[in-house]
Protein backbone atom coordinates (compact mmCIF):
# COMPACT_ATOMS: atom_id res chain seq x y z
CA UNK A 1 0.00 0.00 0.00
CA UNK A 2 1.51 3.52 -0.59
CA UNK A 3 2.90 5.45 2.00
CA UNK A 4 0.41 8.82 3.00
CA UNK A 5 1.46 11.43 5.73
CA UNK A 6 -0.72 13.85 7.46
CA UNK A 7 -0.78 17.35 7.01
CA UNK A 8 -0.10 19.06 10.94
CA UNK A 9 -2.49 21.84 10.76
CA UNK A 10 -0.45 23.38 13.91
CA UNK A 11 2.88 23.39 11.98
CA UNK A 12 0.49 24.99 9.40
CA UNK A 13 -0.79 28.07 11.55
CA UNK A 14 2.67 28.35 13.61
CA UNK A 15 3.68 30.01 9.88
CA UNK A 16 0.65 32.10 9.66
CA UNK A 17 2.89 35.43 10.32
CA UNK A 18 5.62 34.38 7.44
CA UNK A 19 3.13 34.73 4.92
CA UNK A 20 4.91 34.85 1.39
CA UNK A 21 1.01 35.75 0.11
CA UNK A 22 -1.46 37.76 1.62
CA UNK A 23 -4.76 38.88 -0.28
CA UNK A 24 -6.80 41.15 1.30
CA UNK A 25 -10.57 41.84 -0.05
CA UNK A 26 -9.60 41.09 -3.51
CA UNK A 27 -12.76 41.86 -6.01
CA UNK A 28 -11.89 41.86 -9.88
CA UNK A 29 -14.81 43.26 -12.29
CA UNK A 30 -14.12 42.66 -16.11
CA UNK A 31 -16.44 44.85 -18.46
CA UNK A 32 -17.35 42.81 -21.42
CA UNK A 33 -19.52 45.52 -23.75
CA UNK A 34 -22.43 46.57 -21.45
CA UNK A 35 -22.01 43.56 -18.84
CA UNK A 36 -19.61 43.96 -15.56
CA UNK A 37 -18.63 40.57 -14.59
CA UNK A 38 -17.50 40.36 -11.28
CA UNK A 39 -15.13 37.44 -11.19
CA UNK A 40 -13.87 37.67 -7.67
CA UNK A 41 -15.73 38.86 -4.73
CA UNK A 42 -13.65 40.11 -1.07
CA UNK A 43 -11.05 37.08 -1.74
CA UNK A 44 -8.62 37.58 1.35
CA UNK A 45 -6.45 34.36 1.83
CA UNK A 46 -2.89 34.01 3.52
CA UNK A 47 -0.38 30.91 2.03
CA UNK A 48 2.84 31.19 4.38
CA UNK A 49 6.14 30.50 2.95
CA UNK A 50 6.75 26.63 2.63
CA UNK A 51 3.31 25.67 2.29
CA UNK A 52 2.09 23.82 -1.06
CA UNK A 53 -1.29 24.78 -1.60
CA UNK A 54 -3.67 23.44 -4.80
CA UNK A 55 -6.45 26.00 -5.83
CA UNK A 56 -9.58 24.24 -7.28
CA UNK A 57 -12.96 24.80 -8.79
CA UNK A 58 -15.10 24.83 -11.97
CA UNK A 59 -14.78 26.80 -15.21
CA UNK A 60 -16.05 30.27 -13.97
CA UNK A 61 -15.30 29.91 -10.14
CA UNK A 62 -12.31 32.96 -10.11
CA UNK A 63 -9.50 29.91 -9.93
CA UNK A 64 -7.86 31.16 -13.51
CA UNK A 65 -8.36 35.13 -11.63
CA UNK A 66 -6.76 34.50 -8.59
CA UNK A 67 -4.24 32.30 -9.81
CA UNK A 68 -3.49 35.57 -12.64
CA UNK A 69 -3.37 38.47 -10.25
CA UNK A 70 -1.43 36.29 -7.69
CA UNK A 71 1.09 35.96 -10.66
CA UNK A 72 1.25 39.49 -11.17
CA UNK A 73 -0.20 39.14 -14.93
CA UNK A 74 -3.36 41.07 -13.91
CA UNK A 75 -4.20 43.26 -10.83
CA UNK A 76 -6.99 43.41 -8.36
CA UNK A 77 -9.93 45.99 -9.19
CA UNK A 78 -10.19 46.53 -5.27
CA UNK A 79 -7.97 45.19 -2.21
CA UNK A 80 -4.49 44.15 -1.96
CA UNK A 81 -2.00 41.74 -2.41
CA UNK A 82 0.70 41.86 -0.86
CA UNK A 83 4.08 39.25 -1.88
CA UNK A 84 6.70 38.82 -0.28
CA UNK A 85 6.12 41.93 1.63
CA UNK A 86 5.41 44.13 -0.85
CA UNK A 87 1.96 45.46 -1.87
CA UNK A 88 2.01 44.87 -5.36
CA UNK A 89 -1.67 45.80 -6.22
CA UNK A 90 -0.61 49.62 -7.47
CA UNK A 91 2.23 48.47 -9.11
CA UNK A 92 3.16 49.57 -12.66
CA UNK A 93 3.43 47.46 -15.75
CA UNK A 94 6.89 47.84 -15.86
CA UNK A 95 7.56 47.05 -11.72
CA UNK A 96 5.19 44.08 -11.65
CA UNK A 97 7.44 42.67 -14.70
CA UNK A 98 10.57 42.89 -12.72
CA UNK A 99 8.44 40.86 -9.87
CA UNK A 100 7.30 38.08 -11.89
CA UNK A 101 10.96 37.58 -13.00
CA UNK A 102 12.69 37.78 -9.84
CA UNK A 103 9.80 36.17 -7.03
CA UNK A 104 7.80 34.31 -9.02
CA UNK A 105 8.19 30.77 -11.13
CA UNK A 106 5.43 30.07 -13.82
CA UNK A 107 4.68 26.39 -14.41
CA UNK A 108 1.79 25.68 -17.53
CA UNK A 109 -0.29 22.99 -19.16
CA UNK A 110 1.55 23.48 -22.31
CA UNK A 111 5.06 23.72 -21.66
CA UNK A 112 5.77 26.66 -23.50
CA UNK A 113 9.40 25.87 -24.86
CA UNK A 114 11.21 27.53 -28.09
CA UNK A 115 11.44 24.50 -30.25
CA UNK A 116 14.30 25.03 -31.94
CA UNK A 117 16.28 25.57 -28.35
CA UNK A 118 18.09 23.26 -26.31
CA UNK A 119 17.03 22.59 -22.65
CA UNK A 120 20.00 24.08 -21.11
CA UNK A 121 19.19 27.28 -23.62
CA UNK A 122 15.34 27.40 -22.57
CA UNK A 123 15.94 27.07 -19.22
CA UNK A 124 18.61 29.96 -19.65
CA UNK A 125 15.66 32.28 -20.94
CA UNK A 126 14.63 34.22 -17.37
CA UNK A 127 18.13 34.53 -16.66
CA UNK A 128 18.71 36.75 -19.80
CA UNK A 129 16.37 39.55 -17.90
CA UNK A 130 18.39 39.31 -14.93
CA UNK A 131 21.75 40.92 -13.91
CA UNK A 132 23.84 37.75 -14.42
CA UNK A 133 26.71 37.16 -16.59
CA UNK A 134 26.78 34.11 -19.27
CA UNK A 135 28.73 31.89 -16.92
CA UNK A 136 26.32 32.30 -14.17
CA UNK A 137 23.18 31.62 -15.97
CA UNK A 138 25.07 28.56 -17.49
CA UNK A 139 25.46 27.35 -14.52
CA UNK A 140 21.90 27.91 -12.51
CA UNK A 141 20.81 26.50 -15.64
CA UNK A 142 22.27 23.14 -15.13
CA UNK A 143 21.38 22.87 -11.53
CA UNK A 144 18.23 23.40 -12.10
CA UNK A 145 17.87 20.79 -15.16
CA UNK A 146 20.12 18.33 -12.49
CA UNK A 147 17.88 19.56 -9.72
CA UNK A 148 14.86 18.04 -11.84
CA UNK A 149 16.62 14.60 -13.03
CA UNK A 150 17.48 16.25 -16.50
CA UNK A 151 21.42 16.60 -16.04
CA UNK A 152 22.20 13.96 -19.00
CA UNK A 153 19.56 16.08 -21.53
CA UNK A 154 21.22 19.20 -21.45
CA UNK A 155 21.44 19.13 -25.11
CA UNK A 156 18.51 17.92 -26.05
CA UNK A 157 15.97 19.73 -27.94
CA UNK A 158 12.16 19.60 -27.37
CA UNK A 159 11.27 17.46 -30.09
CA UNK A 160 13.79 15.05 -28.95
CA UNK A 161 12.49 14.67 -25.11
CA UNK A 162 8.86 13.05 -23.76
CA UNK A 163 6.15 14.89 -22.79
CA UNK A 164 7.14 14.62 -18.79
CA UNK A 165 10.95 15.87 -19.88
CA UNK A 166 9.46 18.86 -21.33
CA UNK A 167 7.62 19.30 -18.29
CA UNK A 168 10.98 18.63 -16.14
CA UNK A 169 12.50 21.46 -18.14
CA UNK A 170 9.73 23.83 -17.91
CA UNK A 171 9.77 23.40 -14.26
CA UNK A 172 13.64 24.07 -14.36
CA UNK A 173 12.95 27.01 -16.36
CA UNK A 174 11.38 28.34 -13.39
CA UNK A 175 13.42 27.50 -10.63
CA UNK A 176 16.50 29.20 -12.36
CA UNK A 177 15.87 32.91 -11.10
CA UNK A 178 15.38 31.35 -7.36
CA UNK A 179 11.78 31.83 -7.16
CA UNK A 180 10.32 32.92 -3.51
CA UNK A 181 6.59 30.91 -5.00
CA UNK A 182 6.36 28.49 -7.64
CA UNK A 183 2.52 29.06 -9.50
CA UNK A 184 2.03 26.15 -11.39
CA UNK A 185 -0.98 26.19 -13.91
CA UNK A 186 -2.24 22.84 -14.53
CA UNK A 187 0.85 21.22 -14.96
CA UNK A 188 -0.23 17.75 -15.15
CA UNK A 189 -3.09 18.81 -17.96
CA UNK A 190 -1.29 16.88 -21.09
CA UNK A 191 0.64 14.30 -19.17
CA UNK A 192 -0.29 10.05 -18.76
CA UNK A 193 -1.38 9.03 -15.25
CA UNK A 194 2.59 8.59 -14.64
CA UNK A 195 4.22 10.99 -15.76
CA UNK A 196 1.21 13.02 -13.60
CA UNK A 197 2.80 11.29 -10.74
CA UNK A 198 6.34 11.60 -11.66
CA UNK A 199 5.73 15.88 -11.69
CA UNK A 200 4.18 15.51 -8.41
CA UNK A 201 7.30 13.83 -6.75
CA UNK A 202 9.51 16.93 -8.07
CA UNK A 203 6.83 19.16 -6.92
CA UNK A 204 6.71 17.47 -3.29
CA UNK A 205 10.54 17.25 -3.04
CA UNK A 206 10.68 20.94 -3.89
CA UNK A 207 8.36 21.44 -1.40
CA UNK A 208 10.39 19.48 1.16
CA UNK A 209 13.63 21.77 0.70
CA UNK A 210 11.11 25.11 1.44
CA UNK A 211 9.91 26.13 -1.82
CA UNK A 212 6.36 27.66 -1.84
CA UNK A 213 4.45 26.31 -3.97
CA UNK A 214 0.82 27.36 -5.42
CA UNK A 215 -1.03 24.67 -8.10
CA UNK A 216 -4.41 25.10 -10.00
CA UNK A 217 -5.72 22.04 -11.21
CA UNK A 218 -9.50 20.39 -11.93
CA UNK A 219 -7.93 16.97 -11.11
CA UNK A 220 -8.77 16.14 -7.43
CA UNK A 221 -6.51 13.51 -7.44
CA UNK A 222 -3.31 15.65 -8.21
CA UNK A 223 -4.91 17.72 -5.52
CA UNK A 224 -4.58 15.38 -2.72
CA UNK A 225 -0.84 15.90 -3.54
CA UNK A 226 -0.39 19.88 -1.96
CA UNK A 227 -0.96 19.92 1.70
CA UNK A 228 -3.73 22.34 1.24
CA UNK A 229 -7.06 22.65 -0.92
CA UNK A 230 -8.89 25.52 -2.20
CA UNK A 231 -11.64 25.57 -3.86
CA UNK A 232 -13.31 28.17 -5.83
CA UNK A 233 -17.25 28.71 -6.43
CA UNK A 234 -18.36 31.66 -7.64
CA UNK A 235 -15.75 34.10 -7.33
CA UNK A 236 -15.41 33.10 -3.49
CA UNK A 237 -13.27 30.60 -1.83
CA UNK A 238 -15.90 27.85 -0.40
CA UNK A 239 -13.70 25.79 1.62
CA UNK A 240 -10.43 26.10 2.44
CA UNK A 241 -8.51 22.70 4.20
CA UNK A 242 -6.25 20.64 4.69
CA UNK A 243 -5.20 17.33 2.94
CA UNK A 244 -5.73 14.17 5.06
CA UNK A 245 -3.68 11.01 4.71
CA UNK A 246 -1.22 12.97 1.57
CA UNK A 247 -0.08 10.84 -0.52
CA UNK A 248 3.29 10.65 -1.48
CA UNK A 249 4.37 10.67 -5.18
CA UNK A 250 7.71 8.54 -4.65
CA UNK A 251 5.65 5.82 -3.22
CA UNK A 252 2.85 5.78 -5.34
CA UNK A 253 5.02 5.56 -8.48
CA UNK A 254 5.88 1.90 -6.81
CA UNK A 255 2.36 1.08 -7.03
CA UNK A 256 2.01 2.47 -11.09
CA UNK A 257 2.84 0.60 -14.23
CA UNK A 258 5.81 1.78 -15.96
CA UNK A 259 4.73 3.29 -19.50
CA UNK A 260 7.69 3.44 -22.28
CA UNK A 261 8.66 6.92 -23.56
Given at each position: ????????A????????????????V?????????K??????????????????????????K?????????????????????????S????????A????????????????????A?????????????????????????????????????????????Q?Q?????R???????I????????????????????????????????????????????????????????????????????????????????
Amino acid sequence: MATTVQTDAADLKANSSDAVIRVEEVHKYYDLGEQKVHALRGVSVSISRGEFVAIMGASGSGKSTFMNILGCLDKPTQGHYILDGTDVSELTKRDLAAIRNRRIGFVFQGFNLLSRTTALENVELPTMYSRVNRQERERRAKDSLELVGLGNRLDHFPSQLSGGQQQRVAIARALVNQPSILLADEPTGNLDSRTSVEIMQIFQELNDKGLTIVLVTHEHDIAQYAKRNIIFRDGKIRRDELVQNRPVASEMLKTLPTLED
